[in-house]
C-alpha cells in the first residue's frame, strides 16, 4: 500500500502559478507509474499528467500541454505538478495517483489505472 498526501493548492488570479506536491509513504519502492487528476464541481474527475517513477517519460491532457509540468523527487519521495498560466477552467480538486503495474499493463489516462489515490487539493483561479 502507498498512502499520498497532496499540498500546495490555493487561490490564485488567472495568469498565475501554483506548485502541488504529492508526497508518498509506505510502499514506495513498488511504485512504477504516478499521475495527478482534477474534479471540477458537476464534472467527472479528469486525467492532467502522468509520468513514470523511476524513469522520464511524462504525459499530459491536451488542455494543460505547454502549462502544466510533472515531475518527481524520487529522494523526497514526491511528485509535483508546476502550474503556469492558470486559466478559471482550470478550477478543480486535484488528486495524485500512484500504480503498481507494469506500465503497458494499464491506462496512463484513465482512473482504473491508478490503484492509490490522495484525499485532493483545492485549486481555484479567479478571473
Known amino acids: 500500500q502507498v498512502q499520498l498526501v497532496e499540498s500546495g493548492g490555493g487561490l490564485v488570479q488567472a495568469g498565475g502559478s501554483l506548485r502541488l506536491s504529492c508526497a508518498a509513504s509506505?510502499?514506495?519502492?513498488?511504485?512504477?507509474?504516478m499521475g495527478w487528476f482534477r474534479q471540477a464541481p458537476g464534472k467527472e474527475r479528469e486525467f492532467v499528467a502522468a509520468?513514470?517513477?523511476?524513469?522520464?517519460?511524462?504525459y499530459y491532457a491536451d488542455s494543460v500541454k505547454g502549462r502544466f509540468t510533472i515531475s518527481r523527487d524520487n529522494a523526497k519521495n514526491t511528485l509535483y505538478l508546476q502550474m503556469n498560466s492558470l486559466k478559471p477552467e482550470d478550477t478543480a480538486v486535484y488528486y495524485c495517483?500512484?500504480?503498481?503495474?507494469?506500465?503497458?499493463?494499464?491506462?496512463?489516462?484513465?482512473?482504473?489505472?491508478?490503484?492509490?489515490w490522495g484525499q485532493g487539493t483545492q485549486v481555484t483561479v479567479s478571473s
Open positions: 495517483a500512484a500504480d503498481k503495474r507494469p506500465y503497458y499493463s494499464r491506462s496512463d489516462f484513465r482512473e482504473e489505472g491508478y490503484d492509490d
Open positions: 509506505g510502499r514506495t519502492f513498488s511504485i512504477v507509474s
Open positions: 509520468c513514470r517513477w523511476y524513469g522520464s517519460s511524462t
